[in-house]
């Protein structure tokens, strides 16, 4: 007989124990484990957990082998796995059209199946008979193969298999936007088959996308076609939402022990530590029992009050399940793995002891671990009364195959037979070890010797796309085109990669294919359909986000690489053909080593290939691919980038003599526009000087000064023709494609007419009742004047008429050449974009029904970070968006909401972009914030507007549209971040050309707005007052202020504190800021009475039956009523008078309670004629003040604290309309007030 040690003897027990609880109920055809031996299907869940031990206990055996016994024990236990996991991959496989439909649906009927019959490998119910769609699932299959491939096991054979697996990637890469059923395969916890966004499943696509990234999925024996490919964009898309929800586990649950699996083994999903120690507390707290941990929060599974004969349950008897949820005991077992992979003894410890006492012990002395523990139906009672006090009695499935799985594996590593690091070859667990700082190599290319020589004159030495050569440099879209051949495979019917946009990430690597080095331009330096780029500003902001986000989230080998393509579109150069001051100055600072805090180094492109992250595009060598891909691979390689086309000509521009006569449909864009400011806050406007009105009214109409009114600034020449002679660029460049409307487009061409003032009523009427006065306007007189005009808003006012009335497939001749409106258009669009007329820009881009290209992928950003968005304005036109939606459907969306206003709805895909820049970047921006309202954002803007420029709603709503996007998204970071501003005028130098001489000559600093942060004392008193100031011209200095002029600035200070609580309560109610803990308070109120009525609106007491206090879906509920008040500042009171009631549920010691509804617009109501009443405001007055819903806007503007602040009323209102305990003189309690 031979000697065994005690460790070889230790370890056949734990083989005994694992072969009578699990492998032999393994199936020798399939290899798959059922779920017992009355019921034959196999969960991919459940099996994949169930193999965990099977492998613990092989590598274990492997380590430790001391007789050639336990190496056969080792291997046999090994054999096991690879059956059971490629008896799961066969079972996928025969789903491969499903796969494939899912990848582009991300429809739960074509998601791949949950569970098997274990003897066939077949699906075992309908598609809709299940909640299939559980990417949890999926994607922990992939992450133990992972991890099982890293150790020494092949369960991949064959390119085909390979090939599958990739496609699987593609499969759960989706997850952070893709609304499953779970971990428990229930959805919503009412259990009614609505899938919900699950943290435990995008943490789990996460950490299998990283774990699996450039694996070889046969190991050793592999070569470049067996190795998988992931873009880390995705991976860090699934970080991002992670990180924003956790610790919530969805809309439904607010918390749920299967997040233990995304922080510790197996996932280890998140790398912010402090994120970690807050989920786990979080489950310890709320989910802890003696017996187990809960799943979540009323989870009615198996408990004594379910019934048994319905799957779902109603939403009013969630709440009979609070406090005798089931508990799960493998969650203890999960504590102990937690506290062994972070050296936490005590953890280890405590869970250890509470394991061991809830384990069944047979008589064979056999530990088995049960599937639950539940309160007996006779204990219900006592266990409301005191939770934790009963005891509980097993139920379910014995053993519990998964738990029984991890109570296997903490033992082998507690007994110190496997480290945890061997559970983990792919080093998962150092996820949130600490990184050393980032350095983002930038490369600056010119796309040809031109600009190479305008920067070199600043002292900038850059190189052109040719000399880089032999590396090749493409813009992103063809990395696009290159992935779409990942996992293609013409056998099993797989297309390969969607054609979805390519990150940052992906971009920021470098390239080799064959002996060639590819280099990308990122997605936002490609040249794009929308106009957003032509804002050379807005450009260099977003390369510097570019830079802080690579510094951020980099995670790969190497050193991120950033191309910076400079290239000969007039966006980059003014009109003198000069680099702009912008792009020079963010030059100087990526020389200096520094921007925006990030540590950047500038450099050639050839100095940074031994630095940079290097990945082989080796699936492009597959032999499968048919000759066709082949051509189409070497097109893509020995494709020359196409010059762009230019605006202008090269030739020199000769004008005609303009006509001065005025069209017929002027204003006729103007009128489109249907944004509105408050009538109120016209009201309280008082005019401006005419000196700083005077100087928006120049740009915006172009008129010319002469020499004495501009300071000695000349004008343009004419000739003795009268022809003003505009620019001749000395440089050749490329012809423009044949243009069809007049003129250079000058600025100084403008429209005399100011854009803010009304045309005549009769075209008012016209534009508005169409036919009825069609008579009215001659079509031809309107071509003729189209054919005349150098005017651009002259020229956009006729063709928008001719394009509503006579369509954009309408034939015209134009100087003689055929061609039709939407010709026309494309031609304004370009113009009015090269000249940065930025209304005209917005208003032609809605006309050509444009649609930025990461529309949805914004709208998904804000969507998964549980924001709510809305487009148009309340209450008529509001549209709720609440899922991702195609970029086709929600431009749609967009279109609708807007109506005939194609300005705002260009404007609201420009917002769309600028709030999930902010989200990502500034998630705190965000707080409190369930709904993003689009519409009433742009209203809130053109408010601002108007109260900072002291103008008309018009010319707020017209100064709005003509913002650059540069200065429309930093208005839009203010009013966010709630910050004061000023708007300033700033100059911009143009020139003009003598055609004598070819002497440029500065003619006009023509003025645009700029939004800067307001300033403090004295300075902010001086630079908030609006002035024109030329970028030549040195600002006044602050101590040679004229005393009279500082008395204007402190009654204009004044003027701003007065309405100040006015503005503030507009600004929070028209973004839906609420206040800290909000709706967990206003759950506390709802459960103490019989409901809330909000202008109409009940939430009814029963909402705390179905819904937790910390619920998603509470708080959307909650939201919901409020957003059905379309005036911001009283929906603003009407949660000052939700918070007062949150008060009295602190401040009670649980003794109020009331019988009724509380009507919470009356407690408003009452407030504002207690504060009539005693600010004894007199009754001519006061109705002159009436400001929305007929409140005071002296109450509007009064601030919430202080002995006469809003809370002080609204909590007297309180008192005289709800049974509260009061004081002679009607005073609340002051542990209320």
Known sequence: MRNRSNSGVRLDYYQRLLNKTILKYQNPVTGLLPASEENSHAWVRDNVYAVLSVWALALAYRKTADLDEDRAKAYELEQSVVKLMRG????????????????????????????????????????????????????????????????????????????????????????????????????????????????????????????????????????????????????????????????????????????????????????????????????????EGKYGFCRFLRDGYKTAREDPNRLHYEPWELQVFERIECQWPMFFALFVLDGLFNGREEQVKKYSEKLDSVMIKTDEGIHLLPELYAVHKEMVEQEYKTPNSQKREAIGRLPHRWGQSLYIISKLVQEGFLSPGELDPLNRRLVSEPKPDIVVQVVILAEDEFIQSKLWEHGIKVQTMEEVRPLQVFPASVLTQIYSLLGRNKKMGLTGRPKNEIGLLATSKLYTYRDQILAFIPQTADEHQFYLPKDTLLKLDMFANDVGFLSSYWGSLGRPLLIFPVSTNLNYLDVGHNPPGALIGTIKKLQSGYIAGTRVHLGNLADFVTTSCITKLSFLRDPSHSEEVKHFVGDIFNRIPDTRPRLLSSSRIKTRPRSHSKSSVHGIVRRSRS????????????????????????????????????????????????????????????????????????????????????????????FHQGTKQESIINVDELVEQ??????????????????????????????????????????????????????????????????????????????????????????????????????????????????????????????????????????????????LRVGLIIQVMASELARTLKCTGDEASEHLMNLSPFEMKTLLHHILSGKEFVISTVGVSRWTTDSETDEHTNVEDECRLSVSTKKVGEEATEFARLSRKPHAKMQKSIHHIDPNDLEKDDEGVESDRQGQWLRRRRLDGALNRVPVGFYPRVWKVLKMCHGLVIEG???????????????????????????????????????????????????????????????????????????????????????????????SLHFYDTAPSGRFGTMSYLCRALATILPIPVDKDANVDCAVS
């Not at 000196?691 to 004419?718: A, H, Y």
């Not at 000052?1136 to 008060?1143: D, F, I, K, W």
């Open 88 to 287: 799961l991959l066969r079972c996928m496989m025969s789903q491969v059209e499903k796969l494939e439909r899912f990848k582009h649906t991300q429809h739960v009927n074509d998601s791949l199946h949950a569970k098997y019959c274990s003897k066939t490998g077949k699906t075992v119910v309908g598609d809709q008979a299940w909640g299939h769609l559980q990417i949890d699932a999926t994607s922990l299959y992939i992450l133990s193969l992972a991890q099982m491939t890293a150790s020494g096991l092949q369960i991949i054979f064959t390119l085909d298999e390979v090939s599958f697996v990739q496609n699987l990637i593609f499969y759960i890469e989706t997850a952070y936007r893709t609304p499953d059923y779970g971990i428990w395969e229930r959805g919503d916890k009412t259990n009614h088959g609505l899938p919900e966004l699950n943290s435990s499943s995008i943490g789990m696509a996460k950490a299998a996308l990283e774990a699996i990234n450039e694996l070889d999925l046969f190991g050793a024996r592999g070569g470049p076609l067996s190795v998988v490919h992931v873009l880390p964009d995705e991976a860090q898309q699934c970080q991002a939402i992670l990180l924003s929800m956790l610790p919530r586990e969805s809309n439904s649950k607010e918390i749920d022990a299967a997040l233990l699996t995304v922080i510790s083994f197996p996932a280890f999903a998140v790398d912010d530590g402090e994120k970690v120690e807050e989920t786990r507390d979080s489950i310890v707290t709320k989910l």
């Open 786 to 931: 189209l054919n005349n005009t150098e005017v651009l808003h002259e020229q956009a006012d006729i063709i928008h008429y001719l394009y509503l009335h006579k369509g954009p497939d309408w034939e015209i001749t134009i100087d003689g050449k055929k061609c039709y409106i939407k010709e026309l258009l494309v031609e304004l669009y370009e113009k009015a974009g090269h000249w940065k007329h930025w209304g005209l820009v917005r208003h032609t881009a809605g006309l050509l029904k444009k649609r930025v290209e990461e529309l949805a992928l914004a709208a998904t950003d804000l969507l998964v970070r549980q924001k709510q968005l809305s487009v148009g304005l309340p209450p008529d036109r509001e549209r709720v968006i609440m899922r991702p939606l195609p970029p086709d459907e929600l431009a749609k969306i967009i279109f609708d909401a807007c109506g005939e206003d194609l300005s705002t709805a260009s404007l609201t895909q420009e917002l769309l972009i600028y709030l999930a820049m902010f989200i990502r970047t500034e998630p705190k921006l965000f707080n409190e914030m369930l709904r």
């Open 1097 to 1191: 609106q009940h939430l009814p007491h029963s909402l705390t039956r179905e819904m937790t206090p910390g619920e998603f879906k509470f708080a959307l509920h909650v939201e919901m009523v409020l957003n059905r008040i379309p005036q911001p500042e009283y929906r603003q009171l009407m949660v000052e008078a939700l918070m007062v009631l949150t008060l009295l549920t602190e401040n009670d010691n649980s003794k109020l309670s009331f019988s009724t509804l509380i009507y919470v617009d009356k407690i408003v109501q009452t407030a504002n004629a207690i504060y009539l009443k005693d600010q004894k405001i007199p009754s001519d007055v006061m109705e002159h003040s009436k400001g929305a819903a007929g409140i």
């Open 675 to 766: 944004i509105q400011v408050d009538p109120a806050q016209a009201k309280e406007r008082v005019p401006s000087p005419p000196s700083l009105q005077e100087s928006l009214k120049k740009f915006e109409r172009g008129i010319t000064v002469d020499r004495e009114q501009s300071g000695g600034v000349p004008i343009p020449t004419t000739s003795a023709h009268g022809r003003s002679h505009d620019v001749e660029f000395p440089i050749q460049r490329p012809h423009s494609p044949n243009l069809h409307l007049k003129g250079s487009l000058h600025p100084l061409h403008y429209s005399h007419q100011s854009p803010c003032s009304s045309s005549s009523p009769q075209l008012f009427h016209f």
